[in-house]
């Protein structure tokens, strides 16, 4: 069935397009732009005023627990979350049981895919099993479908292992994502070494675990080539490292994190709330505005979820024994929206960038616009439509997310993916 978009403000800097219009989708694709368009016999007729259609958004860095850990998430409950969440792609990571590090594992995810809410892009192992000493079977992977590689949850500490790493990705031309954590550093650390870990006694994470190893890839990318993403920056100076990287022409990009950009250790109190636990921790505030605007001016390129579900009685247990992380698809849209887009700080053209664009770009898949011929992913976005954070909210296996009980303004109200409905408010 075709659809008609009536009167949506589309936004999309790609095809230098910010105006009121009507959109036909058909078999797939756009057909047409343009306004007063009559609907086609048979065509459903959607009424878009006051919303905001823009490309399909897309997550770089989730985690889907499939195979091997369903009971948290499933590739089809994790793409359900996707499109409630308005992404129409998502690149799930390779830290699964076992760990996607083959490329019969990658075909499976691939396989799985084609019954999912939404696109799935995977994301293949650096190293076999995660443990950094064996290169993982890269080109095997590539073949398959992977379309990048990343370790992550752990850093790949042998800086030889790193650059083997390096290499071989840029003989596929594939970008490296990298999870930046010092282990001899970062040890047992639990939050933010200073403040937060003094006032709750807990073991301290220092930055300096994260911007170590943020240097030494950059000098591993300076010496290799190739294509280096650094996932989930966290600190000012980790921050400042990236730009001046950029200044001297490395090919490299990085990601920030909705709780990153709008929670830091000052949320952590007496409650020990472990869905507040992250890896890395919440930092301070002056960090968080040091990535608000980085992501301002072009120095972070996208941001990423690194939707991590868990299940209640594992986020049950004393903060040191809880695991890390926060879901986030489902909220991501929702705090750009009223934390930067409606207090002025972010303009829309600079959202569907860093959340629609530019992960696409980093991933290597097919651009998407809201232009004639392009395949019709596609997210249309109530700005105006008030959520608070509940459990029931979401479509997720899992809960443990850290913005429970925020009052938000804005959603998407209709997710495209593949020209067909794949979510309606």
Known sequence: MSLLLKGAHAIDPSAALDATVDVLIAEGAVAQVGEDLAAPEGARVIDCAGKVLV????????????????????????????????????????NTKPVIDNGAAVSAIVEKGRAAACHIHPVGACTKGLKGVELAEMGDMA?????????????IQNSGMMRRVMDYAKMFNKVVMAHEQDAGLVENGQVNEGDASTRLGLAGWPAAGEEAMIARDIEILRLTGGRLHLQHV?????????????DEGLDIT????????????????????????????????????????????????VVATDHAPHAAHEKALEFEHAPFGTTGLETALPLMLTNLVATGRLSWNRLVEVMALEPRRILGVDPVSVAVGSAADLTLIDPETPLTVTPEYFKSKSANSAFLGQHLRGAASLTIVGGAIAWEA
Request: glycine share 8%; hydrophobic share 40%.
């Open 254 to 301: 990085c990601e920030v994190t909705p709780h990153h950009l709008f929670l830091n250790e000052d949320d952590l109190t007496a409650d020990y709330d472990t869905n507040l636990k992250m890896n890395p921790p919440l930092r301070t505030r002056a960090d968080n505005e040091a990535l608000i605007e980085a992501l301002i001016d072009g120095v972070a390129d």
């Open 234 to 246: 966290t600190t000012a100076h980790g921050i400042e490292l990236v730009r001046q990287a950029k």
């Open 143 to 155: 073949a398959a479908g992977a379309v990048a590689f990343s370790d992550d949850g752990k850093g």
């Open 55 to 94: 490309p399909g958004l897309t997550d770089v860095h989730v985690h889907f627990r499939d195979p091997g850990l369903e009971y948290k998430e499933t590739i089809l409950t994790g793409s359900q979350a996707a499109v409630h969440g308005g992404f129409t792609d998502v690149a799930p990571m390779a």
